[in-house]
């Protein structure tokens, strides 16, 4: 095809000379109006360049703002006050530029570059955009402590880059890359003008030439493009960009060759997408290898921090029992022999002493297994009344001596304005171990009975929690009249060794560990312990069990909820 166009080029050369004449006239209106057009061109290029740039640093300008920095008004009034008068600017050039387009089609019959009738329509955006943000940005104000900066900054980002819902940026990086092209364009084709008057000047002698020079300017056009194309393509790859494709269609040698060039690019670019597929999947290996190894650490740090905290623990606690164990011996020893009742009382003491060191040991491992998730439960059907029944037994042996009652309600007791379920009419069964559920009841109940002044009642009940399927979980509810806890105190109370004022000076003896072996019994029936309390007004202990459901027909309307 490249062929055909040399020989029909040559064959025109002798046909275009009878028509030189005509072209002159032609000729420099045409190169007139190119280069208007070029000049144009270089106009509207340079005035969209300056307003792009001054919209850049009305973003800077915005963003220190916001930063609450140097961002004088003064600066804003001037940078706006500059796109004004860049966007009037514009609007004559382009007017000036469609008008000298239209005379183009009308006379020469050309198509006009969609771009110009569109350039005209974003002045007319760029005038609302700069308006809008004008607006926004006298509005802007420094931000405070806290602020949502990602979502202001994205309203500005719209005020700058939209206007009428269109992408200004997209129409002005369009605009200026179409008036990029256009300029050289331009230039060429005036050169060209230039050249075809200076051979019809000199005469029909070089008229032959001039026609030559033309249909060579035009060969080299034809060439220029699918070497252009072809020339793109290479800085492509050479890029990275294996996507792209020249574009064919022109069934000529250049055609082939562009085929070829893109089953290459198809062909590599299927190579490199296997190989980043098998870069993916190393790194999701490796990413997940990491995780679990950093969950192992995480894990090994745990337990290493809870080993630490034992044996801490274990030194506080064991210090006082031994001190009293060894100052009794001691005692025991020192001077002359002594009555056989005075070293029995001697022993009564020590045994006392190895009891509660006994107590205190077996309470510090119970509360190490629980955070090493070791505390071993033997679970099992179990009526929570009656298990709440033998708690508060033990309760009111333990109240009867300091004269505090305690009072079991377990039917028809009142309501005290707690959102609550219905209770199975029967027995109320939770899957539970028995002796550890017992400990952590009595462990509550030993605390509201020791902290009650004399006279009063310690009250303990059930209560029904409502879910959104019916009554899922039991609890039960401790209440006392006792010395109640402080406020600022109250989220420390599961914490070991922490007693609060009012305990210490309520009762000089305990050790604080009590809650904290509740907690971790209840906490490994899958339960919640919680604490409210007024001081000297009582404190409610609640605890609360998933509810082993009992069969439909036992399901009544009664509520177990503590008054």
Not at 107 to 113: K, L
Not at 135 to 149: K, M, N, T
Request: glycine share 8%; net charge neutral; aromatic share 4%.
């Amino acid at each position: 095809m490249y062929r055909a166009r040399l020989s029909l080029a040559f064959a025109a050369l002798v046909a275009l000379v009878c028509i030189q004449a005509a072209f002159v006239y032609w000729g420099a209106n045409r190169v007139n109006d190119y280069a208007q057009h070029s000049r144009l061109a270089s106009d509207i290029q340079a005035e969209l360049l300056d307003l792009s740039a001054n919209k850049q640093r009305l973003r800077v300008w915005a963003m220190q703002r916001l930063m609450n920095t140097d961002a004088q008004p003064e600066q804003r009034e001037r940078l706006v006050a500059s796109m004004y008068a860049s966007a009037a600017n514009l609007d004559d050039l382009v007017r000036r530029d469609l008008a000298l387009w239209t005379e183009l089609v009308r006379r020469e019959g050309v198509s006009m570059p969609a771009e110009v009738p569109q350039l005209v329509g974003v002045t007319e955006l760029l005038r609302d955009n700069i308006q809008a943000v004008e607006a926004r940005l006298a509005q802007l104000v420094p931000l405070e402590q806290g602020a949502d900066f990602p979502a202001l900054w994205g309203e500005l980002t719209q005020v700058f880059d939209m206007a009428r819902g269109r992408d200004l940026r997209e129409l002005i990086n369009g605009a200026i890359a179409h008036q990029r092209s256009a300029v050289p364009v331009a230039r060429a084709a005036t050169e060209r003008g230039l050249d075809v008057l200076r051979a019809q000047a000199i005469g029909m002698a070089l008229v032959t030439l001039a026609v030559a020079v033309v249909l060579a300017l035009h060969l080299k056009r034809r060439l220029q493009r699918p070497l252009d194309r072809l020339l793109e393509g290479t800085q492509a790859l050479q890029a990275g960009a294996l996507d792209h494709r020249v574009a064919t269609g022109s069934n000529d040698e250049f055609d082939r060759v562009a085929q070829h060039f893109n089953a290459m690019a198809a062909e590599l670019q299927q190579h490199r997408a296997r190989a980043d597929a098998a870069r993916r999947g190393l790194e999701d290996a490796v990413q997940a290898r990491t995780q679990e190894l950093s969950a192992a650490h995480d894990t090994l740090q745990r337990l290493d921090q809870r080993r630490r905290q034992l044996f801490a623990d274990l030194g506080h606690e064991l210090r006082t029992p031994a001190t009293s164990i060894r100052g009794e011996a001691e005692i025991a020893l020192r001077g002359g022999d002594k009555p056989a009742d005075e070293y029995r009382q001697t022993l009564a003491r020590i045994v006392g002493g190895v009891d509660q060191l006994t107590r205190v040991i077996h309470d510090l491992l119970l509360i190490a297994k629980a955070e090493a998730d070791q505390l071993v439960m033997h679970p099992a059907p179990v009526d929570l009344r009656a298990l709440l029944g033998d708690a508060a037994e033990q309760a009111a042996a333990l109240g009867a001596p300091q004269g505090v009652q305690v009072q079991l309600l377990l039917d028809g007791i009142e309501r005290d304005g707690d959102a609550s379920g219905a209770l199975p009419t029967g027995q109320v069964t939770v899957l539970a171990d028995a002796d550890r559920l017992r400990q952590a009841l009595v462990i509550v109940l030993d605390n509201a009975v020791r902290y009650s002044a004399r006279g009063t009642t310690v009250r303990i009940g059930l209560q029904g929690v409502a879910g959104a399927n019916g009554v899922g979980e039991v609890a039960v509810v401790v209440r006392d009249e006792g010395i109640g806890i402080d406020a600022d105190e109250l989220p420390r109370v599961f914490e070991r060794f922490v007693r609060g004022r009012r305990a210490r000076a309520h009762r000089a003896d305990g050790t604080g560990i009590g809650l904290s072996i509740a907690q971790a019994i209840v906490q490994a029936h899958q339960g919640r312990i919680t604490i409210a309390s007024e001081p000297q007004q009582g404190t409610v202990v609640r605890i609360e069990l998933p509810l082993l459901m009992a069969p439909p027909q036992q399901i009544g309307a009664q509520q177990g909820v503590l008054a």
